[in-house]
């Protein structure tokens, strides 16, 4: 009987080997049902940082950038800013900047140094993407 | 500062910060995206000016005038824990697709990488908005995730190669509101070697190779590229081919070349062409001649860029009446309704013909947009050099139906 035992309980564990996926594929576990597991979530490498322009203590009597992107809401939403902007300070001024280009960086255009010229002789600038 | 919907406050952000500009000031309005109501975009200007206001006068702090440089160094063991407790953690993280992930333990993650013979750190791209660095253990543990197999890494790697790829513009079509999903097909003996479907039900659930492979790029382009449902990435209904869109064409039933001899490639070498569609249609042609069929594929309104899927009879039918696959794209350029969003007429580079699909009736539409300057990419597949060791330990984990 106990060498029927061993002889079944031989053939038990060879078709259950059998059965088990090869390799570590299916992601093992460990003898206590635990699991280490890696992160999916990617490094980065740190890129260098800019602050953001200072800000101008009044909008009176300034050059105000509006910049509209290629989607159609954005030069009408630029519209309606600049209009509120001539009411309140009616001595600033506006300049439109209008990007033609669907979905790019300004300054990764052609644009570039069109934009960076724009921007330069503006003392705050509102950007509207349409979205 | 930057004037958006509001719903997009996270986006701006998030994208300010990829420019390395966090301080950014972003103001989010009540105007619906790509308003054309005047009456909206007065009242939603008129809600927020006096923050506009406020936005472009009040003094910056200390973080917004100088941002510190967070250096992030994730640790490379996440958790640890059972099954479920892995996959709740994954979950909570924002780390899954909302279906159960594989644990991706260092043995699976170890085994994926068989799949090819590059180093664990070699970094095949970064990937945007957060430009994550794509190195061949993070595309390994986001595959094991998905259930893919060490055979299928071959062409994960040359899919992020080809996804980021100035020219597919991924940036465009990665986090828009159009809900783009990317589309492989696969060229070239590997399809056969991973059991890539490109027959029966070809783009359904079913086969290893077509649903992990695709799963594991939207597990890629979300962990590694960092574009999050609703947070980056902005698809406004979503898109049920993000789970999945891998199919590979039927060379072995099509009268004619396959697409990447098409593209300059040998038969002999595997590829994948991507593109980013947001449309799949089905249809039937009214007559199974020739004429008929191609008559269809017409008027099915390919535009730029568009991949035609034609079945294995329905290409037979064609070649034997004497058409080659030229005909048929010049047949569809001259008759087709639709144009391109250039504006001009369809030409031979916005639109592909591929054969793929079994026994039926029906011809498909996957249809992106075109005029971002973008294009179909096509990357060669390598292999590892111990590729038919690996290949034979998979070969044989096929479903097998028992007939009823």
């Known amino acids: 009987m106990r060498k029927f035992m061993i002889i079944a309980g031989a053939a038990v564990f060879t078709v259950a080997a059998a059965h088990a996926p090869s390799g570590a594929f299916f992601a ?23 602050g953001i322009s200072p800000r101008v203590e009044t909008l009176a ?26 009411e ?3 001595d600033s001024e506006t300049s439109l900047f209008d990007s033609r280009l669907p979905n790019v960086t300004e300054t990764e255009t052609e644009n ?7 921007a330069k002789e503006m003392d705050a600038v509102v950007a509207a993407v349409g979205d | 500062m930057l004037l958006a919907n509001r719903g997009f406050v996270n986006d701006a952000h998030s994208a300010a910060s990829g420019k390395g500009m966090p301080g ?22 008129d809600a927020v000016f006096d923050d506009i206001v406020a936005a472009l006068t009040k003094p910056l702090t200390d973080e917004e005038k100088s941002p510190q440089i967070k250096t992030e160094k994730p640790p490379r063991i996440a958790f640890t824990g059972n099954y479920t407790e892995v996959n709740r953690f994954y979950y909570r993280k924002g780390w899954s697709d909302g279906l159960p992930i594989t644990p991706p333990s260092p043995d699976a993650v170890a085994e994926m990488m068989q799949g090819t013979d590059l180093p664990a750190n070699h970094v095949v791209a970064k990937i945007i908005p957060r430009m994550g660095k794509a190195t061949i253990e993070k595309i390994a543990v986001n595959a094991v995730m998905a259930g893919a197999l060490p055979t299928h890494m071959p062409v994960l790697v040359a899919a992020v190669e080809a996804i980021t790829d100035a ?32 027959s029966s039900g070809a783009l359904s659930p079913g086969n290893i190779a077509n649903a992990a492979i ?17 947070i980056e990435d902005m698809g406004t209904l979503g898109n049920p081919a993000k789970y999945t869109l891998v199919l590979g064409e039927n060379e072995e039933e099509s009268p004619w070349q396959p697409l990447h001899v098409d593209f300059g490639f040998s038969k002999k070498e595997s590829t994948v062409t991507v593109f980013f569609p947001n449309r799949y249609a089905q249809t039937i042609p009214a007559q199974t001649n020739a004429q008929g069929v191609a008559d269809s594929l017409a008027g099915m309104g390919p535009g730029s860029l568009s991949c035609l899927i034609v079945i294995p009879d329905h290409a037979r039918i064609l070649s034997s009446e004497g058409w080659s696959k030229k005909q048929v794209k010049d047949f569809i350029i001259k008759n087709a309704h639709s144009r391109n969003r250039r504006g001009g007429l369809l030409s031979d580079e916005d639109f592909i013909v591929v054969v793929a699909g079994g026994p039926g009736v029906w011809m498909g539409l996957l249809q992106s947009a075109g005029g971002f300057g973008n294009s179909f990419v096509t990357k060669k597949i390598e292999v590892p050099s111990n590729w038919d060791t690996l290949t034979g330990k998979y070969k044989n984990l096929v479903p097998s139906y028992v007939r009823y």
């Open chain 1, 28 to 50: 093992e576990e460990g003898a206590d049902g635990q699991y280490e597991v890696l992160s999916p979530w990617a490094e980065v490498d740190p890129i260098p940082l800019r």
């Open chain 1, 61 to 86: 009597g300034k050059k105000i950038g509006l910049f509209a992107n290629f989607k159609r809401a954005a030069r009408p939403i630029q519209a309606a800013v600049e209009k509120r902007l001539k």
């Open chain 1, 88 to 90: 309140r300070f009616p």
């Open chain 1, 112 to 118: 570039k140094d069109k934009f960076a010229a724009w």
């Open chain 2, 24 to 45: 950014v000031r972003v103001l989010g309005t009540s105007i619906a995206c790509e308003s054309t109501v005047a009456a909206d975009i007065e009242s939603g200007i």
């Open chain 2, 167 to 198: 020219k597919t513009r991924f940036d465009t079509f990665e986090v828009s509101t159009g809900s783009w999903a990317p589309f492989l097909l696969i060229n070239g003996p590997i399809r056969k070697e991973i059991h890539i479907n490109c």
């Open chain 2, 214 to 230: 695709g799963r594991a790029l939207g597990l890629i382009v979300k962990n590694i590229g960092g574009a999050r449902k609703g």
